[in-house]
């Protein structure tokens, strides 16, 4: 198994920019989840899935959308980067009531 | 609400000291799960424990114990005899059981483990 994978691993966006943040596991794992980690700041949720097609909003996710067509794929879309967005990203995920396991992150830097 | 505290921001060691990494969470539910997690300077989260909230027993992996104190809220990390790969920064995390599941985390604790 792969576990959580994403890409890209690193990314560099001009304010105002768009990109998708992809994350795939291959552990059949219903619940998904993106957090974003600040410096010095632990790690703050974005938005989760507890499975296909249905998604919710956590802690901070003002500028970000997800979507959840397969049990597999979470991808994470910025629409308008700001410099605010600059973060790494990391997704997870996890069968219910299990442990959760992290992807490598991406960082990201807006410009 | 749930909360993590984790109160020591930096720790520094050298090395075979012992050294200990305190946690504090507040929840309202009678059924939670506690984890500690940890980031080595490469980036990667790395899975350690996870303890739910009726098992209250101490347990211990290798050069890794853990404290789980119910009537202190408390879940508190242990590493023996430190080594410089032990240096990171570590994550304790708190989730409910159902709904979300969702993951609070503290805001971390760098451990320093100098040669």
């Known amino acids: 198994n792969a576990g959580v994978t994403q890409t890209p691993k690193f990314r560099i966006l001009k304010i105002g920019q768009s990109m998708t943040l992809q994350c795939t596991q291959d552990m059949n794992h219903n619940y998904m989840y993106w957090y974003r980690q600040d410096p010095g700041m632990g790690l703050k949720l974005i938005y989760y899935?507890?499975?296909?097609?249905?998604?919710d909003k956590g802690e901070v996710p003002n500028g970000y959308n997800v979507s959840r067509s397969t049990t597999e794929d979470f991808p994470l879309r910025l629409e308008l980067a700001a410099p605010s967005q600059t973060s790494v990203y990391f997704c997870?995920?996890?069968?219910?009531?299990?442990?959760?396991?992290f992807g490598p992150g991406t960082r990201l830097l807006v410009l | 609400a749930q909360k993590v505290t984790q109160a020591q921001t930096e720790i520094s060691v050298v090395e075979k000291e012992d050294v200990t990494l305190d946690c504090v969470y507040e929840t309202r539910d009678t059924t939670y799960y506690l984890f500690w997690y940890k980031q080595p300077p490469s980036g990667e989260l790395v899975f350690l424990i996870r303890?739910?909230?009726?098992?209250?027993q101490n347990e211990i992996s290798g050069r890794y114990s853990w404290n789980f104190q119910k009537s202190t809220s408390s879940f508190n990390f242990t590493i023996t005899a430190s080594q410089v790969v032990d240096s990171a920064v570590y994550f304790c995390?708190?989730?409910?059981?159902?709904?979300?599941?969702?993951?609070?985390f503290g805001k971390g604790t760098k451990l320093t483990v100098n040669p």
């Open positions: 899935s507890v499975g296909a097609g249905i998604t």
């Open positions: 997870a995920s996890s069968k219910q009531l299990e442990t959760k396991y």
């Open positions: 995390a708190l989730s409910s059981q159902g709904g979300s599941e969702k993951l609070v």
């Open positions: 303890r739910n909230s009726f098992d209250e």
